[in-house]
């Protein structure tokens, strides 16, 4: 796991923030991972994992050690050494994902307690042009 990117948000991410990434993928990417973390545990309130070698997004969760249900959208919009931008949206019940602005998915949350969620990381497979983490309206 090749770390690409980090930072905290002491007052919590969710609900009502926006993180937007703008980057691409090398020749020969294999995968890479968006990672909503909380605070006090070793919980991942959603992974967003696309993985070019299945032509898949993989989401899940992390609690109690143990990966939840996972979830798969084959819609997959990503090419390798192709921009793109991704947009992870959170509101009182779901992560929204837009890719070049068109929703792909979206993802229930399984947090409970949504301002634990704290941290965004970025791993792996990716070149980060640009990373934005900004308060939004409710759409």
Known sequence: MTLRFEASC???LCPGWSVILKGETPAKADKFEINFLCEHDDKIAFHFN???TESDIICNSYMA??????ERCSN????QEEP???EIYSDNDNFHVYIDEIKVMQYKHHVEELKTITKVQVVNDVSISSLEIT???FY
Do not use: A, L
């Open 135 to 137: 308060k939004k309206h």
């Open 50 to 52: 696309p993985r070019f």
């Open 10 to 12: 002491p007052g919590g």
């Open 65 to 70: 050690n143990h990966w939840g249900q996972e």
């Open 76 to 79: 997959f919009p990503f090419g």
């Open 84 to 86: 793109f931008q991704i």
